[in-house]
């Protein structure tokens, strides 16, 4: 069991400490949070557990931090807490700068430790199932990946929604695709509500495949849909659907023709199927895989290689968003 704090019991510190309390793989031994308000809602929730406004009065007792603060500050927060040795979960995204990114990074390396980004789209079920299907060509060529995550708010004043929002479709391009460079990266934003962008469209190519991700927190309805095209085969994931992957057995053929060099494209409308697929928990599945990088001292599949490749195409696409 790894002994673990968390720092930070906000919106999304609330759903880390619920599933860090139930699992078995963590003992959850204080919250922290600067906001006095906070504290008493931690010790409402967990009044068997220290709770602190300064998460430094207990980083003696832990293997390993769960950092859940606004992105400002988690950088600090981080840094203090490898110099102790500390084992490192840190919400997406893994900070505000590559310059940031990088001195994390190489603080773990420095210090032998774990550093585990939540890019819990990266440990969610329905991705493992796509990235399966292409490491055995199921789907042939990616074309391209298309991605919409959209909602109306919560509107946050520290970050823009693409480092919101699109850092979860970046890390799975990253995965999916292998850890490809984008040769290209090109983005637009505006700002209808205070000092950030409110909706944002980044386009990457990396190798052949054309990447469009659409973030927005000024969107009427919900939507959290992925298309991945494929030589042979399209899925899309809809993740606010009840069934979440629908695989097409559809695209273009091309037939040779009569004659030699002459050729034909015809569209291909075959069967489509949906898998049935066993709920899985990715926020449970991301904790669970950093709680088995400290035992394995194996950097995970968000560790600090994967989240500083995520962290230099947000930063590209945020100098060409000013
Ligand atoms: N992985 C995901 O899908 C996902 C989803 C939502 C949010 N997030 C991330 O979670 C993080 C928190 O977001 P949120 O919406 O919960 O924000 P929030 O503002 O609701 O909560 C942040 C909390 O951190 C506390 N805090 C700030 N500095 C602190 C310090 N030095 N010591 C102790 N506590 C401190 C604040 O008082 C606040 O309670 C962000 O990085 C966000 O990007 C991740």
Same mark, same amino acid.
């Given at each position: 069991?790894?002994?673990?704090?968390?720092?930070?019991?906000?919106?999304?510190?609330?759903?880390?400490?619920?599933?860090?309390?139930?699992?078995?793989?963590?003992?959850?031994?204080?919250?922290?949070?600067?906001?006095?308000?906070?504290?008493?809602?931690?010790?409402?929730?967990?009044?068997?557990?220290?709770?602190?406004?300064?998460?430094?009065?207990?980083?003696?007792?832990?293997?390993?931090?769960?950092?859940?603060?606004?992105?400002?500050?988690?950088?600090?927060?981080?840094?203090?807490?490898?110099?102790?040795?500390?084992?490192?979960?840190?919400?997406?995204?893994?900070?505000?700068?590559?310059?940031?990114?990088?001195?994390?990074?190489?603080?773990?390396?420095?210090?032998?430790?774990?550093?585990?980004?939540?890019?819990?789209?990266?440990?969610?079920?329905?991705?493992?199932?796509?990235?399966?299907?292409?490491?055995?060509?199921?789907?042939?060529?990616?074309?391209?990946?298309?991605?919409?995550?959209?909602?109306?708010?919560? /509107? !946050? =004043?520290? +970050?823009? &929604?693409?480092?919101?929002?699109? @850092?979860?479709?970046?890390? %799975? $391009?990253?995965?999916? *695709?292998?850890?490809?460079?984008?040769?290209?990266?090109?983005?637009?934003?505006?700002?209808?509500?205070?000092?950030?962008?409110?909706?944002?469209?980044?386009?990457?190519?990396?190798?052949?495949?054309?990447?469009?991700?659409?973030?927005?927190?000024?969107?009427?309805?919900? /939507? !959290? =849909?992925? +298309?991945? &095209?494929?030589?042979?085969?399209? @899925?899309?994931?809809?993740? %606010? $659907?009840?069934?979440? *992957?629908?695989?097409?057995?559809?695209?273009?053929?091309?037939?040779?023709?009569?004659?030699?060099?002459?050729?034909?494209?015809?569209?291909?409308?075959?069967?489509?199927?949906?898998?049935?697929?066993?709920?899985?928990?990715?926020?449970?599945?991301?904790?669970?895989?950093?709680?088995?990088?400290?035992?394995?001292?194996?950097?995970?599949?968000?560790?600090?290689?994967?989240?500083?490749?995520?962290?230099?195409?947000?930063?590209?696409?945020?100098?060409?968003?000013?």
């Amino acid at each position: 069991m790894v002994k673990i704090m968390q720092v930070g019991y906000g919106y999304w510190g609330d759903n880390v400490a619920k599933k860090l309390w139930a699992s078995d793989c963590f003992e959850l031994v204080c919250l922290a949070d600067a906001d006095s308000k906070k504290c008493k809602y931690a010790e409402r929730d967990y009044p068997s557990i220290v709770v602190t406004d300064n998460y430094k009065e207990c980083l003696n007792n832990v293997d390993a931090v769960a950092i859940c603060t606004q992105t400002q500050y988690s950088y600090d927060i981080a840094m203090e807490a490898m110099k102790v040795g500390k084992h490192i979960f840190i919400e997406k995204p893994l900070a505000r700068t590559v310059k940031e990114a990088e001195e994390l990074c190489e603080e773990a390396t420095k210090q032998n430790i774990i550093l585990h980004c939540d890019h819990l789209m990266v440990y969610n079920h329905v991705i493992r199932y796509i990235k399966d299907m292409i490491d055995k060509d199921e789907l042939g060529e990616i074309m391209y990946i298309d991605i919409s995550r959209v909602n109306l708010g919560p /509107i !946050r =004043r520290d +970050i823009n &929604a693409m480092l919101d929002l699109a @850092v979860h479709d970046i890390a %799975v $391009a990253d995965y999916i *695709l292998g850890g490809l460079e984008p040769d290209r990266i090109n983005a637009y934003g505006t700002k209808f509500f205070g000092d950030q962008e409110t909706i944002t469209y980044l386009n990457m190519k990396m190798g052949e495949t054309l990447i469009n991700i659409n973030s927005s927190w000024i969107s009427p309805v919900k /939507i !959290r =849909r992925s +298309i991945i &095209a494929g030589t042979k085969k399209m @899925v899309i994931f809809d993740d %606010v $659907a009840s069934d979440k *992957l629908t695989i097409y057995d559809s695209g273009i053929d091309v037939m040779r023709g009569k004659v030699y060099g002459e050729y034909e494209f015809k569209t291909r409308i075959g069967d489509i199927y949906i898998p049935r697929l066993e709920f899985e928990d990715a926020l449970k599945n991301s904790l669970e895989a950093f709680a088995d990088s400290v035992v394995t001292g194996k950097q995970s599949l968000s560790g600090p290689e994967p989240s500083l490749r995520v962290m230099k195409i947000l930063e590209k696409a945020q100098k060409l968003l000013k």
